[in-house]
């Protein structure tokens, strides 16, 4: 799928998210396509930017610490992205965040960890 495609839906997505709850967002993460897993991660990093008691919840950060080891790079990059929304969750996952800044398979995943480190001096 074109870059410019996927930016749309994501785009979608958030919005969508923006209309639905959680637990609703998280039934998404089980799933065995890469692409629901990645509307998952979108409709938490959504959430996280809405809502700031997300980022204390024991089932999103499981969610977020499942997602960082995703076969799936697209569902990865938007799981760094989502730890981003937050100082809290970069501190919390900094152990994690910095191997993955300097040797994820994809370089895309890598340098949004770096960004995000950077970002928070983490």
Sequence with gaps: MPANVRIKTAKLISE???EM???DILDFWNSSFPG???GAAIGICTHL???DNNQSDKIVI????EGLSDSY??????VVEAIGKSEKLVNHFKEKLTPI???DKNSGVGNKAKEILKKYQA
């Design 73 to 78: 790079s697209r569902v990865r990059y938007r």
């Design 36 to 38: 629901e897993r990645v």
């Design 49 to 51: 930017t809405i809502y």
């Design 62 to 65: 499981n969610t977020l610490q």
């Design 21 to 23: 709850e959680l637990k």
């Design 16 to 18: 969508l998210a923006k």
């Design 101 to 103: 800044s300097h040797h």
